[in-house]
């Protein structure tokens, strides 16, 4: 079993000043964006990475329940964990680490988490998995993929941790962060945003594969129904950094009393 908090002690002369982030991600402990991004928050932090062994890009909040998971190390010192994103927040939070981090961080992810995205992204999923046990989260995409701007990207994404850690939430807070690939960002365009809303999704690609056998492909993503100047497309379509708050309860409760209503014909307790 790994008793650790951080690889990266020895950057510090005196640690318990510092703060401690939980990083990870859905693209793979060896993705560009965790790596700066690691690297950054390193300056002001310490620092541990425990990420999937490979891409796990729309896994969701997905757990591993049929089979063991494993924990390794790298040689750069980061672990990775055979399994989701999901996988790697809970194992570090309920085996590896014997201290509790004061915020776990999400990405850099190669792509953008936008609208009902968030429902799918692995990335979204990590953080989601440290609030869920009452830690600060905050996770972070890039909105164009293959890396560009990053260094701009990891560089706005550290001000926002570090403004965190100097001034937490009251509350655990769960945020999804969109930065636009630009060569410069500055803290005044930052926006608050809601989510936005996506057309359903293209049908599927059907092929066949080398035996024969129907095999669909998922379709691209709907294209964008509500990028109102207040959401999270519309705030980056203005080249701005979009900052979503989101919170976990699907209860609908202007449905509530409708509901109650269409099951009180029937011979049950509603």
């Given at each position: 079993m790994f008793r650790v908090w951080g690889f990266s002690t020895h950057?510090?002369?005196?640690?318990?000043l510092m703060k401690r982030i939980l990083v990870s991600n859905d693209d793979g402990y060896n993705a560009k964006g965790v790596e700066l991004l690691a690297e950054a928050l390193r300056s002001f932090a310490e620092v541990i990475v425990i990420a999937p062994e490979t891409n796990h890009s729309g896994a969701s909040n997905s757990l591993t329940l049929t089979r063991p998971l494993t924990v390794r190390q790298a040689a750069n010192g980061y672990y990775y964990v055979n399994g989701t994103p999901s996988d790697c927040v809970h194992i570090a939070l309920t085996?590896?680490?014997?201290?509790k981090p004061d915020l776990v961080v999400s990405g850099i992810n190669n792509g953008a988490n936008l609208g009902e995205d968030t429902l799918y992204s692995g990335t979204v999923a990590a953080a989601t998995e440290g609030y869920l046990f009452g830690i600060p989260s905050i996770a972070f995409s890039l909105t164009e993929r293959n890396w560009p701007h990053i260094d701009?990207?990891?560089e706005i994404a550290a001000y926002i941790v570090k403004h965190q850690l100097e001034q937490p939430r009251q509350a655990p807070c769960l945020l999804s962060v969109n930065i636009p690939p630009l060569p410069k960002h500055e803290p005044e365009n930052i926006r608050v945003s809601r989510l936005g809303r996506r057309h359903p999704s293209q049908p599927v690609i059907e092929a066949t594969n080398p035996s024969g056998e129907t095999i669909y492909w998922i379709g691209p993503t709907g294209e964008v129904a509500d990028a109102g100047s207040d959401t999270d497309f519309g705030v980056i379509n203005q080249g701005h950094i979009s900052v979503t708050p989101l919170r976990l309860d699907l209860t609908h409760y202007d449905e509530l009393g409708i509901t109650h209503e269409w099951l009180e014909g029937l011979c049950?307790?509603?």
């Open positions: 950057y510090f002369s005196s640690l318990d085996g590896i680490l014997k201290d701009a990207a990891v049950v307790n509603p």
